[in-house]
């Protein structure tokens, strides 16, 4: 694999469009790459994720329910989120 289609699969690590091989090929193509300074740390930790969930059998975290009754996965449950109906730019909410 070329070293540029190697670091669109690393940065798409998420993608369904590539295999767990490509995936993993790209992966060791990037980690031979003499400096890594055009690969952003959020990339990173999606591969780190990547690679964790693939070897490990990782539980989900807990959703939270918000005041207005929409589940998400972070913030505080007391408050509202952006996405419901009592959240931001929301009458009800304010």
């Known amino acids: 694999m070329k070293i540029g289609k190697a670091c669109a699969v690393f940065m798409q690590i998420d993608s369904d469009k590539y295999t767990v091989e490509e995936k993993g090929t790209a992966i060791l193509e990037v980690l031979k790459?003499?400096?890594?300074?055009?690969?952003?740390?959020?990339?990173?930790l999606r591969v780190i994720k990547f690679l964790l969930?693939?070897?490990?059998?990782?539980?989900?975290?807990?959703?939270?329910?918000?005041?207005?009754g929409c589940i998400r996965n972070f913030a505080d449950p007391?408050?509202?989120c952006d996405g419901c109906e009592f959240?931001?730019?929301?009458e009800v909410g304010k």
Do not use: Q, W
């Open 33 to 44: 790459m003499p400096t890594h300074n055009g690969v952003t740390k959020d990339a990173m």
């Open 78 to 80: 007391l408050e509202h």
């Open 87 to 90: 959240g931001k730019g929301s």
């Open 53 to 68: 969930y693939l070897a490990f059998d990782v539980p989900e975290r807990d959703a939270k329910i918000c005041a207005g």
